[in-house]
């Protein structure tokens, strides 16, 4: 079975921190995403990438930046957290470009204080 | 670009009656469509899956979809529910064609499966 990580269940953090998210795969996917989940508002994207040391913008990448240095791994980024950005935060993989099945983390709930 | 309607934020049924969850979808291209599970304090996972063919798709744990591309529609069914289906429910869409293989999803359906 696909084991997509997300590195923390819980996270606090205060406004104007620089916050990490960390997401890891263990079945080689190509592709990673994030999404940040609101209730009534469904998933939205944020950033995705097709391959190491490529990302591209999803819907809302406005306040978020991603790394992805090694294929397993992508790391959403919070330059300066604000709290409108207190939220579920989803990472996703999947084995190529196409309609492949994303396969989910079980999410991090981060609150800015 | 493509956007998906939940119709129904809520769905409360009894234990062993039948549902169906409404998705509709609005697209200028032809689309992949995706039913995805979120239980409670979990991830997301895939319930089923409509690429091409046959217009009704089966998935995991009973559930089905129909595929109405006159109704641009994916409503999804089970004839009869359990306890642990209590959970939301997401319909999505991505484009079939060209380069852009990114999901849109739905707002969700709770629903909730009482005895």
């Known amino acids: 079975d696909v084991k997509v990580t997300q590195s923390s269940r819980y996270l606090v953090k205060r406004t104007g921190e620089k916050v990490f998210l960390e997401c890891v795969q263990d079945m080689d996917h190509e592709n990673m995403f994030w999404y940040r989940q609101d209730p009534g508002l469904g998933l939205r994207l944020i950033y995705f990438s097709y391959d190491v040391k490529m990302k591209e913008k999803g819907d809302i990448p406005e306040g978020y930046s991603v790394s992805r240095e090694k294929k397993e791994r992508f790391s959403l980024i919070l330059e300066s957290a604000s709290t409108n950005q207190t939220s579920m935060y989803l990472c996703?993989?999947?084995?190529?470009?196409?309609?492949?099945?994303?396969?989910f983390g079980d999410g991090t709930r981060l609150s800015i204080l | 670009a493509q956007s998906v309607t939940q119709l129904d934020s809520q769905v409360p049924v009894f234990e062993e009656a039948p549902v169906e969850l409404r998705c509709n979808y609005s697209?200028?291209?032809?689309?992949?469509l995706f039913w995805y599970v979120q239980y409670p304090n979990q991830g997301l996972q895939l319930l089923l899956k409509y690429l091409s063919g046959s217009t009704l798709v089966k998935g995991i744990n009973g559930f089905e979809a129909e595929f109405n591309k006159s109704q641009t529609s994916f409503h999804l069914r089970k004839p009869s529910v359990h306890i642990s289906d209590t959970a939301e429910y997401f319909c999505a869409v991505m484009p079939s064609g060209g380069s852009n293989y990114k999901l849109t999803f739905g707002k969700g359906t709770l629903l909730t499966v009482n005895p």
């Open positions: 697209s200028s291209v032809s689309v992949y």
């Open positions: 996703a993989s999947s084995l190529f470009r196409g309609p492949a099945p994303q396969h």
